[in-house]
């Protein structure tokens, strides 16, 4: 039933052709960055590495699909959430709008059903997100400029990692990178279950990030205490990946934080479907 279910609403998520921008968008802008790089990005890297190519010996060529895919998982993982939330965060509002939810309620399927669905559907479509981003920035990347070894600017330094010890820092980055996605989207969800409109969820959604982020970002002790805590922080986690060396525990404890909010957001979001008055 369940299987059934999620992929009725896939079906859902397909027909609408919002779930298509996202996706394009990404196409689009990934599709300029590589063409920008690709006629000047010499000089942009020079800018950056200039003073330390006399002192650094390279495989290859600074400029690789290695560094392309970093430079470009840098620039949108920040701008994804907001495309996932989009599609996500209609989920149940749409139907609220539309007036298709009390028909849903109605079959004799559980809410609980209904709305893990909806859970899974959504995980879905931001796993299709991911699988867009991975392709065009690292597949592309490589067919476009090659391979090489990676160079990775630090607040502390430079690190260089060699051709043979990168791919599986990104698959596991891009793991992350869906963790954090499928918390936002579990969010947007959540809220979703509180709204009659499309509108309110996405811009709530958004207007959380921008102040966890805000609060994240603020070097203020006041929030020393919570900001370990705030899901947007470890957000950009993927980027442990790329230290040398690896640090497991902040890895661990990024990936519990993440599961926490889903864990929770999952719970607020049944408690509510489950409340949910039809007749209104």
């Not at 990005?41 to 290859?60: D, H, P, R």
């Not at 067919?143 to 070894?149: I, K, P, Q, S, T």
């Not at 609060?215 to 947007?232: A, E, K, N, Q, Y």
Request: charged letters at 10%; one cysteine or more.
């Amino acid at each position: 039933m369940i299987i059934k279910s999620t992929y009725n609403e896939l079906l859902k998520i397909a027909y609408k052709p919002r779930s298509y921008i996202g996706i394009a968008g990404i196409m689009i802008i990934i599709a300029i960055i590589l063409f920008a790089m690709k006629v000047d990005g010499s000089f942009y890297i020079s800018l950056i590495t200039g003073q330390f190519e006399q002192s650094l010996l390279f495989e290859g060529t600074i400029l690789n699909g290695n560094l392309i895919a970093y430079i470009i998982i840098q620039m949108l993982i920040i701008h994804v959430p907001l495309l996932i939330a989009f599609v996500t965060g209609d989920l149940i509002s749409g139907e609220s709008a539309m007036g298709t939810i009390r028909l849903l309620l109605t079959k004799p399927v559980s809410r609980n059903t209904i709305l893990l669905s909806k859970f899974f559907a959504s995980c879905i479509y931001t796993f299709i997100v991911i699988l867009c981003l991975a392709f065009m920035s690292f597949v592309l990347g490589k067919l476009f400029f090659g391979v090489g070894d990676l160079i990775v600017l630090k607040s502390d330094g430079l690190i260089v990692f060699q051709e043979n010890d990168i791919t599986w820092r990104f698959l596991y980055g891009f793991a992350i990178a869906f963790l954090s996605l499928v918390t936002v989207a579990t969010l947007a969800l959540t809220l979703s279950c509180f709204s009659e409109n499309s509108i309110g969820p996405i811009v709530t959604t958004m207007g959380i990030i921008l102040l966890f982020t805000i609060i994240g970002s603020m070097d203020v002790p006041v929030f020393d205490t919570i900001r370990p805590f705030l899901f947007t922080t470890h957000m950009a986690a993927w980027r442990f990946f790329f230290d040398d060396p690896l640090n497991m525990t902040h890895i661990l404890y990024s990936i519990a934080i993440l599961v926490a909010h889903i864990s929770v957001l999952l719970a607020i979001a049944f408690y509510k479907f489950n409340k949910k008055d039809i007749l209104s």
